[in-house]
């Protein structure tokens, strides 16, 4: 049984830990409020969705621990962006339920109320403010009052200083940072968008296709910076780049047609005849 608690305001909840849950192995405590007892950040069950009458999502079950850094493959239309647009509160279940923690009911929670809890997602393409430096993008992306009289008087702390300078060391961008986010070629925007999520300090990262479009060594960078990130953050990252994916998965969801077709190590969904069947190819 659970008890349903807003963003703003959380209660104990009674546990029914789930075998899916347990399997994970993950028992990390997070803090800012967020109740993870059983070690797990994201819990989906028998999530559907349908558009049309089109399933995109089909009694889908996921369960990602906490600091875990989960890989998310499947051919195209196997419902990875609806996935991700059900996590953010984008898109509603026609069944299933969501939760982030214990207590947080994501089927209940709008996309703002969704982000302040501590989700951050990444598109493919970079959203970045190009006519604004590389400061100035992580300075708006503070977790701070937005409204334009906060905005007008707002001054930056030590400690905000601080976190910007760990920010741009953390994305290697020191050495740009009065650059305008215009002028940064494509390896370096995704970075800077990165770097706007961790300045709200997420406990869940969502990333679609993070190297698309990357030379051989932002790729090379951005496995080392995920892995790092991991821990310290959840990370979902849905790529296609299968190098990539070997480079920082410990663990492979595979998708297909709305439902987990496969999970475990990248070896043990590469050997899975359902998924050469489907998605590698032979």
């Known amino acids: 049984m659970r008890v349903t608690a807003t963003a703003e305001f959380m209660l104990e909840p009674i546990f029914d830990a789930g075998a899916g849950r347990d399997a994970i192995g993950l028992g990390q405590a997070v803090g800012k409020g967020l109740n993870t007892r059983h070690g797990t950040l994201l819990t989906l069950e028998d999530i559907s969705v349908s558009f049309d009458g089109f399933k995109a999502l089909n009694d889908l079950n996921l369960y990602i621990g906490v600091g875990e850094l989960r890989c998310i493959i499947g051919p195209n239309g196997a419902g990875k962006t609806t996935l991700m647009d059900v996590i953010t509160g984008k898109t509603r279940p026609s069944h299933g339920t969501a939760w982030f923690g214990e207590t947080l009911d994501l089927a209940t929670m709008s996309e703002v ?49 601080d976190l910007i300078d760990e920010v741009l060391d953390t994305i290697r961008l020191t050495k740009s940072v ?93 050997a899975d005849e359902r998924v050469i069947e489907v998605y590698l190819g032979r």
């Open 178 to 270: 009065h650059r305008p986010a215009g002028l940064l070629s494509h390896g370096q925007k995704q970075f800077l968008e990165i770097g706007m999520l961790l300045m709200q300090d997420p406990q869940l990262l969502l990333l679609d296709e993070p190297v698309a479009g990357m030379t051989d060594a932002e790729t090379e960078f951005t496995a080392e910076l995920f892995k790092r990130l991991a821990g310290k953050h959840s990370l979902m990252v849905v790529e296609h780049d299968m190098g990539f994916v070997g480079s920082i998965a410990d663990h492979v969801t595979v998708l297909h047609q709305g439902s987990v077709l496969a999970e475990g190590s990248l070896e043990q969904v590469q």
């Open 113 to 161: 109320q969704i982000a302040q809890a501590g989700i951050g997602r990444k598109f493919q393409k970079p959203t970045v403010f190009e006519a604004l430096s590389v400061f100035e993008n992580l300075e708006l992306a503070q977790k701070t009052d937005k409204s334009v009289w906060a905005s007008l008087r707002a001054r930056l702390s030590g400690e905000q200083k």
